[in-house]
């Protein structure tokens, strides 16, 4: 077997003139995509939601490139390279979550902000609810800047390990050329450009998820030629053999129930433009995702095939299999799919973010009166401070990508998702029984990550969406108030998902 600094070394990778030029290809696309959409631009709206004009292929391939990120490519090759084919029940979560979320929000929540004109998650729930507007907006802006931030962060770690590894940038300027890049054709083209260029890299990731597994199995390679560890290949147990608990079983399905809480992934189906779109969206979606979930534990098991096991790196196995199996102009086109992962997230992230401080704090809160023009001044201004403030949290170079997506995940499934459910379909729901789910689920889920051992080492998302159901339903049947059934959603009473 190779030695531990022989995998994890790529010396002499940073000077392929092939891979710098991809790299530089793939992110001028990039910009040049950003100011296109920088001139289609003229509002708040088309800042927020890009008009409402988002046909099917755009808005599933966009959910799907700003839903798996970074960790598609890092963090999820990595658990299957560290414990074998267990992770796939993290994979038939997420696909189960996925189709679900399609099936059952995006119809209805389409529909109902597009009637009542909502930008974002927390004004569509001011709307829902009017009687606790203020404290509903500025409930959930608190919880989405926080998780954000966090989410944010992931993808400044995944860029800041891609350029240090491939480039040899030390990590630190690795993480602020990553951020400086992602924050530029965001702050440019804002919903447009992070929906267009969402679409290409899902493209890219696609791509390089299919080939890179199926070169390593089918073409000939000369493997490490080490034993391959005991129940690597048994999804009922870990690497070493040991069953899976069901404490750890349960915690990776669980993570498909976070996807009803997602407001980066919740504002594609806002901005579609046809509710018709939306059934056809949906076996896009799906189609992409179950590919390249298979395709990214396909990548894992390939590495220790492969190069054998003894990275000390687990999520740099992707990249470090592209560069020993491929020429120098095929891997500057799979590395630059590790970039689109990375950037289709963190975009995503970027502008959902500056929205919620626009449209549910700095107007409400601070500029009633504000302007157009000024509205988006103020989106852009916030993109470059939140992106600035998750570059700072990402410098830490021992920072994991999957820990710090688990860990936003679960915040914003928990705090958004029960809510998100209720208010769509249960017309009993009321504006503090809202209040107190978001409330519960976020603070659950901040604190059950710190704790340890035990029943703790159940993954924050599960308590945190329990606690979530039981204030939201608490509140609203024991402690009711007017504006619950009176302003439900039309059509909530009993009419099916589409």
Sequence with gaps: MSSDNSLNSLSGFCCDTAVIVAFAVYLAAMLGIGFVAWARTKDLEDYILGGRSLGAWVAALSAGASDMSGWLLMGLPGLAYASGLGSVWIAAGLLAGTWLNWLILAPRLRRETARTGALTIPEFFATRFPASAPTIRLVSALFILIFFTIYTC???????????????????????????????????????AVSWTDAV?????FAA?????????????????TAIPQGFFNPLTSASGTPLSLVTAVSLVAWGAGYFGQPHILARFMAIEEEDDVSRARRIAVTWSAVTLAGAIASGIAGVVYLGPGLADSEKVFMILVRRIMPPVVAGACLSAVLAAIMSTADSQLLVSASVFTEDFY???????????????????????IAIAACLLALDPES???????????????????????????????????????????????????????????????PGILGSTAAAFTLSVFVPEGDGPASRPEGSSGDQPA
């Design 209 to 225: 998820l299919v080939f890179v597994p199926a070169a390593v199995f089918f073409l000939p390679h000369q493997g490490a030629g």
């Design 363 to 385: 107007r409400v809160f601070l500029r009633r009166r504000a302007g157009q023009g000024e509205l988006v001044t103020a989106g852009r201004v916030a993109v470059i401070m």
């Design 201 to 205: 890299q899902a493209s890219l990731m």
């Design 400 to 462: 994991r990508v999957l820990g710090l997506v688990s860990y936003a995940w679960a915040g914003f499934g928990a705090a958004f998702g029960p809510v998100m459910v209720l208010s769509l379909y249960w017309k009993r729901l009321t504006g503090r029984g809202a209040v107190a789910g978001i409330a519960v689920g976020g603070l659950v889920v901040l604190a059950w990550k710190n704790l340890h051992g035990g029943i703790f080492d159940l993954y924050e998302i599960i």
């Design 154 to 192: 992931s993808g400044m770690v995944a860029g800041g390990k891609l350029f240090n590894t491939v480039f040899g940038i030390p990590y630190t300027w690795a993480v602020l050329s990553g951020g400086a890049a992602v924050m530029a054709y965001t702050f440019l083209g804002g919903f447009l």
